[in-house]
């Protein structure tokens, strides 16, 4: 019932700037966090950057100063501000949502390419 939708991906050249949205909608019940993971071609998937109800951020080392994560409680709605982009960035972004505090749901994801 729950659905995650993502947008604003695409090609960026290294050093510009991406904005993702994520939007969530359904059955939401006692949201405990959002966030996004990431996830390149033949390595681990990582988790970038999330925020809990009450705020508190977190980032992944390789993204911290670059990376920005907020969270829209009354829109349900999580986005990730990427500047200075490197090609180590390219990935396919997945849009993360907690409810409760094991019930954990993923969007399909968007393509971030950059070049150099």
């Known amino acids: 019932q729950v659905q995650l939708v993502e947008s604003g991906g695409g090609l960026v050249q290294a050093g510009g700037s991406l904005r993702l949205s994520c939007a969530a909608s359904g059955r939401i019940f006692s949201p405990n966090a959002m966030g996004w993971y990431r996830q390149a071609p033949g390595k681990q998937r990582e988790l970038v950057a999330s925020?809990?109800?009450?705020?508190?951020?977190d980032y992944a080392d390789s993204v911290k100063g670059r990376f920005t994560v907020s969270r829209d409680n009354a829109k349900n709605t999580v986005y990730l501000q990427m500047n200075s982009l490197k090609p180590e960035d390219t990935a396919v972004y997945s849009c993360?949502?907690?409810?409760?505090?094991?019930?954990?749901?993923w969007g399909q994801g968007t393509q971030v390419t950059v070049s150099s």
């Open positions: 925020v809990t109800t009450g705020s508190v951020t």
């Open positions: 993360w949502l907690r409810l409760w505090t094991t019930d954990n749901y």
